[in-house]
């Protein structure tokens, strides 16, 4: 059985997501965080993430943090959710580069664009705009980053894209792309989940 510690509308929602697209049993473990945009929450000691935060993971025995990892880990653990190439399929290396182009790229520039930062360096101007075009032209081969295929690397993009949507300009692409991830009838189950669980869900 999976256990994932969550606090509602966090980066724990995602795995909620992942869970239901994988349509494999787990259960809900709530904890409180401390969450540094609004200054609410304090930590919570039954959480075993070592910097108490969110997602956590247990399974088999063993402790599984931070959202890149976990997608990583349960996608292999369980294949047959088809949620990542499989290690030797062609379509492999795209889908790292894209799990690795997301915490390298994409989340910088989301929080650059949420943040002001953007105004002072143009760097991360450039960075920001690269970012945008890079997701743009993959969307335009396709509904989602791997093309026709929904993977894993949507849910980290499609997730943070619909936190941050503001932090990026207007594009029909993008707008497009996260109608659709958000449709998802896996999206639906565990948006309605996500609003329901935890000491601090609203």
């Given at each position: 059985?999976?256990?994932?510690?969550h606090a509602p509308q966090?980066?724990?929602?995602?795995?909620?997501?992942?869970?239901?697209?994988?349509?494999?049993?787990?259960?809900?473990?709530?904890?409180?965080?401390?969450?540094?945009?609004?200054?609410?929450?304090?930590?919570?000691?039954?959480?075993?993430?070592?910097?108490?935060?969110?997602?956590?993971?247990?399974?088999?025995?063993?402790?599984?943090?931070?959202s890149q990892a976990i997608?990583?880990?349960?996608?292999?653990?369980?294949?047959?959710?088809?949620?990542?190439?499989?290690?030797?399929?062609?379509?492999?290396?795209?889908?790292?580069?894209?799990?690795?182009?997301?915490?390298?790229?994409?989340?910088?520039?989301?929080?650059?664009?949420?943040?002001?930062?953007?105004?002072?360096?143009?760097?991360?101007?450039?960075?920001?705009?690269?970012?945008?075009?890079?997701?743009?032209?993959?969307?335009?081969r396709g509904p989602y980053?791997?093309?026709?295929?929904?993977?894993?690397?949507?849910?980290?993009?499609?997730?943070?894209?619909?936190?941050?949507?503001?932090?990026?300009?207007?594009?029909?692409?993008?707008?497009?792309?996260?109608?659709?991830?958000?449709?998802?009838?896996?999206?639906?189950?565990?948006?309605?989940?996500?609003?329901?669980?935890?000491?601090?869900?609203?």
């Amino acid at each position: 059985m999976i256990t994932l510690y969550h606090a509602p509308q966090s980066r724990s929602s995602r795995i909620v997501w992942l869970l239901e697209e994988m349509g494999v049993p787990y259960t809900i473990a709530p904890v409180s965080i401390f969450r540094p945009m609004t200054g609410e929450g304090v930590p919570d000691a039954a959480n075993p993430h070592p910097d108490k935060r969110v997602p956590a993971v247990l399974h088999a025995g063993g402790l599984v943090t931070e959202s890149q990892a976990i997608v990583l880990y349960l996608a292999e653990t369980f294949p047959e959710a088809g949620l990542a190439p499989a290690v030797g399929a062609p379509e492999r290396g795209a889908y790292l580069t894209w799990l690795a182009w997301y915490v390298a790229e994409f989340e910088p520039a989301l929080f650059a664009g949420l943040t002001g930062e953007l105004a002072g360096s143009p760097q991360k101007r450039r960075n920001h705009a690269a970012v945008v075009d890079r997701l743009e032209a993959a969307l335009a081969r396709g509904p989602y980053v791997m093309g026709a295929r929904f993977s894993g690397a949507d849910i980290l993009i499609g997730s943070a894209l619909g936190f941050g949507r503001a932090a990026f300009p207007a594009s029909a692409a993008l707008d497009a792309y996260l109608d659709r991830c958000r449709a998802r009838p896996a999206a639906l189950r565990a948006a309605a989940k996500d609003g329901a669980s935890g000491p601090q869900a609203a």
